[in-house]
């Protein structure tokens, strides 16, 4: 802290506010907001819009600021959780927008009135001289941010206000902050060439980008400031200001665990990890197959409605109509309800892989960090896998089965590169990533298969689909002298098994001699069959793309290797 600065804090001023000063203030505030009101009424500013013209532009200017920028105790910590939620909510008035040559950009016309029903919740903020809490608490760390993008991107600054007092580590000891009130204190700036504003939260830090063509020749800017130090409601020890909040919540840091259907490994893991002051955001407790899976400890949020739709979509789909595309947008409406229940206090999410990207794209993991239980491949790596195989097996008509909108896979990647961990116990979706953000945990055994390890035949564990190595299957088993067993329907092409010695199983049946389970997939997400076989010592042939480790009774072999297949079914026959 410079000298300055330091005599600037030290001055004494402890005049204690009053409640006939506050109402003066809030008079004064009205008046204010009436004059401002009439003057943009016959002039008012262009709200604009975002837009994607100057998306690859230069970046003029880029200011980072640290969103935790104190520590003073579980009181402290829940308004800046506060503050950070304000934030979230007024970026999206703000984040992507183009301004062209000449317009004036202000920021109250963009991110609208700071009220509890537009999202914002209490936070601390400058007022008269004292940090208190209030509703929209926090917006100047943004308005700072974008003032001094501003100047440092040569824009010319149309209106600003600067702080009165100092709060220490703010930019108004350097002379670059704006103030912003409601609605009567704006911060506008406008520029001779077109230029977007990018504005975003990663977990600890707030980002605001100005981007544009031309040079740049930044704006001079004030001198520091020579005002006093701003006191704190939290710090101050005034317990007889009316201000004085005893009752301001004691938050602890909960996680909010937003899940869909329930694994073994996922309950399991929720189940050793979550705390008392958690939440679990899950679809239902009193609908289909949602009901269970998910241990019942901390205090829960179902989507009912949600899962009804779901069900109702899928029921009445048309013939033809992509499954896949019934339940992105299924996610995406669970993903909507669960968003609408996270609060301030929610600093860390953990997220079923299903509803990542449509919450990337609603904004609310900005500002947080997250953890995702991870249950497939990404949406882009599993596109490229499909693609070349449908290149290698034109004649499939099933591996164009699943193919996310772009935009859903690329939010997907963004938000799994945002990811504090990523969580699996599959090993083909674990290697996707780098290994000091995935965390492997191991596959819960299931109850073994009612069979035994005898005779030749072999199961095929899953439906006779491309995506699941039926390809490889047939060229493998040209000649030798097995039964093929099919453990569930489904029919890539008819005709697919002429001349070998095939069988579907129906549901639930077993038989009571198996010579190995085989499953050469090129995707699978869910091998549930070949950890039986193993818990029931029966030999299992699968591929990497399993997912499974190393370890005894498994051989694996290449994807798509007809050769390495036939040879790991004769050395176990």
Same mark, same amino acid.
């Given at each position: ?8 804090? *030290? ?54 600021? &640290? ?40 920021? #109250? ?39 001094? *993008? ?17 709060? +220490? ?16 204190? /704006? ?16 977990? /600890? ?58 694994? &073994?490994?996922? *309950? ?30 901390? &205090? ?142 191991? #596959?819960?055994?299931?109850? +073994? ?100 480790? +190393? ?23």
């Amino acid at each position: 802290m410079s000298d300055r600065l330091a005599n600037v804090m *030290a001055l004494p001023d402890r005049t204690v506010p009053t409640r006939i000063g506050n109402w003066v203030f809030e008079g004064k505030a009205a008046l204010l907001r009436l004059r401002r009101a009439g003057r943009d009424f016959a002039d008012a500013p262009k709200r604009h819009r975002a837009g994607t013209a100057l998306i690859d532009a230069p970046v003029l200017a880029k200011v980072t600021s &640290p969103l935790w920028t104190t520590s003073g105790g579980a009181k402290d910590r829940a308004l800046n959780a506060g503050k950070i939620q304000n934030l979230r909510t007024a970026i999206a008035g703000l984040d992507g927008i183009e301004i062209g040559a000449g317009e004036v950009l202000s920021f #109250w016309r963009q991110v609208g009135k700071p009220l509890r029903r537009h999202g914002y919740v209490e936070g601390r903020e400058l007022r008269e001289g004292c940090m208190i809490a209030t509703v929209g608490g926090g917006l100047c760390q943004l308005s700072n941010a974008l003032y001094e *993008a501003a100047i440092d991107a040569g824009l010319e600054v149309v209106e600003r206000h600067a702080h009165t007092r100092i709060v +220490p580590g703010s930019r108004a000891a350097a002379g670059r902050d704006a103030t912003v009130f409601w609605n009567y204190l /704006d911060f506008r700036v406008r520029s001779r060439r077109a230029f977007r504003v990018d504005a975003t939260l990663t977990a /600890d830090a707030l980002e605001v980008s100005i981007r544009g063509f031309g040079d740049v020749m930044p704006a001079p800017i004030a001198d520091m400031l020579t005002g006093l130090a701003a006191h704190d409601c939290l710090s101050c020890g005034e317990i007889s200001c009316h201000r004085h909040k005893p009752d301001i919540a004691v938050e602890g840091t909960p996680t909010a665990w937003l899940v869909d259907a329930a694994t &073994p490994e996922f *309950a399991g893991l929720y189940g050793e990890r979550v705390g008392e002051a958690d939440v679990l955001m899950l679809p239902s407790r009193r609908i289909g197959r949602y009901v269970g899976g998910w241990p019942a400890i901390a &205090p829960e949020y179902t989507a009912d409605l949600a899962v009804m739709q779901r069900s109702f979509a899928l029921r009445t789909a048309s013939k033809g109509q992509p499954r896949a595309a019934i339940l992105l947008a299924a996610d995406a409406r669970l993903a909507a309800a669960y968003a609408r229940r996270i609060e301030a206090r929610h600093t860390h999410l953990v997220i079923a892989q299903p509803l990542l990207p449509h919450l990337w794209r609603l904004g609310v993991l900005r500002g947080r960090s997250f953890d995702v239980l991870l249950d497939r491949l990404p949406m882009d790596r599993l596109h490229d896998l499909l693609d070349a195989a449908a290149a290698r097996h034109p004649d499939s008509p099933t591996l164009g089965d699943f193919r996310a909108p772009t935009s859903t896979a690329l939010a997907e990647r963004e938000a799994l590169g945002a990811a504090a961990r990523l969580i699996t116990p599959h090993r083909a979706v674990a290697a996707c990533f780098p290994e000091a953000r995935v965390e492997v945990i191991d #596959w819960q055994p299931p109850g +073994p298969l009612a069979t035994r390890c005898s005779g030749r035949t072999i199961m095929f564990a899953g439906p006779a689909l491309a995506r699941k190595g039926i390809h490889a299957m047939r060229a493998a088993l040209a000649g030798l002298d097995i039964a093929l067993l099919f453990e569930r329907a489904g029919q890539d092409q008819p005709g697919f098994w002429n001349g070998f010695d095939v069988l579907l199983l129906g549901p639930g049946e077993m038989p009571a001699e198996l010579a190995a389970v085989v499953l050469p997939a090129l995707v699978e997400h869910n091998p549930r069959t070949l950890l039986r076989a193993l818990a029931a010592d029966v030999p299992v042939i699968a591929t990497p793309a399993c997912g499974l480790p +190393p370890q005894p009774g498994l051989t694996l072999v290449p994807a798509d290797d007809p050769a390495a297949l036939r040879d790991a079914i004769s050395r176990v026959l």
